[in-house]
């Protein structure tokens, strides 16, 4: 793969942000719309309405999706910060 694609982490505050996060992440695996829909069981339409950021895609196969890319996906109280562990 010729690209290098920055990975968005982070808060998702929209579903544009979220879509544009899942188009990174999978791109970064060099994988097409097609392929990766194949892979999560889901249709090449929805992956297009996840990453344009439909506001109304369906959050079960979202989370297919996430779980097929290898993120995860936690909820935090806001204004949350991570706090070191001492390992």
Known sequence: MDKKYT???????SPSALGQAV???RKQ????QADFASLCGVGVRF?????????????????????CLGVELS???RGWQRQASGR
């Open 7 to 13: 990975l968005p982490y982070g808060n998702i505050d």
């Open 23 to 25: 188009r990174a992440h």
């Open 29 to 32: 695996q060099g994988a097409t």
């Open 47 to 67: 992956m297009s309405d996840l990453e344009k950021g439909k506001p109304t895609i369906e959050l079960g196969k979202v989370l297919k999706v996430l779980q």
């Open 75 to 77: 909820l935090h109280p």
